[in-house]
């Protein structure tokens, strides 16, 4: 598979961290959680939203970058993304279903630094890789795509699960602008 494969570049006098061009920061996954945790202490379960945003924000503009090194195949560009997000470390994230037909996306996250940082829960943690999927998904099928955490490592599972499902709400018979 030809997935552009880069190296960090660390500048230490300048405190710059770099892939490409597009410069990146080293956080530690607690950081991340206390964030995450407190803006559920004040929002309740609304917090997902925002979380799941900020990661279907990352994915489309990830895929706008790796679409213009890859052949345009739906698949191909799934995987190079999961890779991408894999080599940035959120995890192991494998493809497990595409259909385009049936507007399906899932994909499996082995090793999930958000949910280990996290603890256990009765839900799923993981919004920013959900908005991840969510985000790719919709960008492939060209229509509102939702993404749901059907398991998660914080509830104790072995590995999260993704399953992104597009919604023709315009349906067929719908006007064409
Ligand atoms: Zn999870």
Partial sequence: MATPTRSLQFNREQGTLKLGPLRYILLRPETLSEIQKGIEDRLGSKAAEYLYAAGASWSVGALRRLKSALPDDPDELVKALCLHATELGWGKLELTTLNIEEKKLAVRLTGSPFSAAYGQSDNPVCHIIAGAIGGLAEALFKMPTACT????????????????????VAGKDAWAW
């Fill in 149 to 168: 955490e059907e398991m998660c490592m914080a509830q104790n599972n072995p590995s999260c699960l993704f399953v992104a499902i597009g919604h023709d």
